[in-house]
């Protein structure tokens, strides 16, 4: 019990010096002792990463998840430790609502089949899509989310930590600084009694100025003891300040962990709308294969209405195709000497001197240079030559 008294009294202590040592260094009435830069660098960017990483994280939530209501739901069931339940989402709504509706109207009938197999197409992208969100929770949401819940958290506590140490240290060193300057100041000062015959105003000043030098005294007895914990304060400190730089250099290896993560959900994102275009294209041909879309619906007949007709896209004008025939061009390009014109798609401004700067729809003429990076290639514009981006091009036959 006794131990437990001078622990909570000495820590009592200690809290009370700190909160001495905040208010007069926020008062200027106290020196504080500064980190070096690099650790004020590396907080910096800690903190810069915690606040994008959340930003980047409420709106990954909102764009797969767009319902406030239905994301509060699933943060409870997730804290509650619960299954969330299953829900149908807007395209798998959408399509039942078509094919109950195509049923309704009669499968046999142009319209009840067209919108029966528009209904089994949106219920397909409603699955694309769900599983859209199952692999950006897993590979994305899920890794952002425990760096903020754990890393981060865990970098808080060792720099309030260091806080605490650093007040410490400061607060070991105003009591040191006072004890060098009561001791100073009791040197001139002499405790010899007065003469005998002395009076008693003479008597009574001794008194004063022996009790003066007294205090001054008890306050010098305080320098070695203020010398001692100010070495253990300035140790401590040391070691804290080094624990907290070797977890923020483990920034990097979080940055490069979410460019990972990054990868993942982009890799997601592009199968999604790959498997939504091509059931577009299925669906369009389906529809197309109809001899008189919706011209007549329950043998009615429609005749002097306008008939609609639905354009069937070629499968030689879709993206993959398109994308993997530039690609190869400027594989050839790269692979063999010699300049091709190519239109510029989108404007660029030039990052370096050695770059070219380009405007959309202009036609320069590009060549490839040994030794030059695969995603980049020489442009040259009458006398003007630099390095320009093949994402930005189009090569012309």
Known sequence: MDFN?????????????RAVQFTEEKFGQAEKTELDAHLENLLTRAETTKHWTERILKQT??????????????????????????????HELLGQSMIDSGNEFGPGTAYGNALIKCGETEKQIGGAERELIQSSAINFLTPFRNFLEGDFKTILKERKLLQNKRLDLDAAKTKLKKA???????????????????????????????LHVKWLKMWAEEVMKAEQDLKMTQSEFDRQAEITRLLLEGIGSTHAHHLRCLNDFVEA??????????YMVDLQKQLGNFPSAFSSNNNQSTSGA??????ILPLSTSLPASSAN?????????????????RVL????????NELSLLADEVIMVSSVPGMDSDWLMGERGNQKGKVPITYLELLN
């Open 5 to 17: 008294v001078k622990r909570l009294a000495a820590d009592a202590g200690t809290l009370f010096s």
């Open 61 to 90: 939530e909102v764009l797969l998840q767009p319902n406030p209501n239905v994301r509060i739901e699933e943060f409870l069931y997730e804290k509650l430790d619960k299954k969330v339940p299953t829900r149908m989402n807007n």
């Open 180 to 210: 060098k300057m009561a001791d100073a100041r009791a040197l001139p000062l002499s405790t010899t009694p007065p003469p005998g015959d002395a009076g008693y105003v003479a008597n009574f000043s001794f008194m004063v100025n022996f």
């Open 269 to 278: 994102q592009m199968t999604y709308y790959a498997q939504c275009y091509q």
């Open 306 to 311: 306008a008939s609609v007709s639905v354009p």
């Open 326 to 342: 530039a690609s190869s061009g400027f594989t050839e390009l790269q692979n063999f000497s010699g300049s091709r014109k190519a």
């Open 346 to 353: 989108y404007d660029y401004d030039a990052a370096g001197s």
